[in-house]
């Protein structure tokens, strides 16, 4: 019964390639987002999607596409990999925008 | 813009010690603030939130006032523990409206035995 998953929690892949990270929340909430922690757990939004409309989209690289089949679902997929991309992405998700967020559990993402 | 500055890191206290972590923002308006904790290896938890001046928001013996005079949001805990070790964010919600959050860069807390 967890609220925000993700999926999958370590992700280990090479330069170049292309991965998808899976975000579902079963709380019934219209906002998503997904966030980025650097090494030195710097977290800084990416996007975020509110009824499956995207609303911020924060000077991310168009490598980054975020995706939302519905409201319970935000994907964040990723292509042409890159050293600098090895961070945790964190999946949250909000009732209303401006009360606080839920977060999942992260996944660490490591370029090699 | 809106911002956050926490006080650096890490704090290593020993247990039963009283903490203070100071956070102060810079936001247009009336933001709403928020503290997180991360555990290590886990995500994010809303530890306490405040929605306007002079609320004071509490939980697990942690609490915050939001003081605007001085546009700070400070942590405190009269008595922490070793499974109070963790890494602390404080947050504001953007004026935006776009429920995005400003986190502060993290205040590392070391509770020693």
């Known amino acids: 019964d967890t609220a925000v998953s993700q999926t999958p929690k370590y992700l280990v892949t090479q330069m170049g390639n292309d991965k998808s990270i899976k975000c579902e929340q079963n709380?019934?909430?219209?906002?998503m987002y997904w966030y980025k922690q650097d090494s030195k757990k710097f977290l800084k939004i990416m996007f975020s999607?509110?009824?499956?409309?995207?609303?911020i989209n924060e000077t991310v690289p168009n490598r980054f596409s975020p995706k939302s089949p519905d409201k319970a679902h935000l994907n964040l997929h990723i292509n042409s990999l890159e050293l600098g991309d090895s961070a945790v992405y964190f999946c949250?998700?909000?009732?209303?925008?401006?009360?606080?967020?839920?977060f999942g559990q992260g996944t660490r993402l490591t370029v090699v | 813009g809106n911002s956050v500055t926490q006080m650096e890191g890490p704090v290593t206290l020993s247990e039963e010690a009283f903490l203070t972590i100071n956070c102060t923002y810079t936001?247009?308006?009336?933001?709403?603030l928020f503290w997180y904790v991360q555990y290590p290896g886990e995500g994010l938890q809303l530890l306490l939130k405040?929605?306007?001046?002079?609320d004071k928001g509490s939980n697990k013996g942690f609490e915050a006032t939001y003081r605007k005079e001085t546009t700070s949001f400070h942590l405190e805990k009269g008595s922490v523990q070793v499974s109070d070790s963790a890494v602390y964010f404080c947050?504001?919600?953007?004026?935006?409206?776009?429920?995005?959050?400003?986190f502060g860069q993290g205040t590392t807390l070391q509770v020693k035995p």
């Open positions: 999607y509110n009824n499956k409309e995207l609303i």
């Open positions: 949250a998700s909000s009732p209303l925008k401006n009360t606080e967020a839920f």
């Open positions: 709380l019934g909430h219209d906002t």
């Open positions: 947050a504001l919600h953007g004026s935006s409206n776009t429920g995005k959050l400003i």
């Open positions: 405040a929605t306007k001046a002079d």
């Open positions: 936001a247009t308006g009336y933001p709403s």
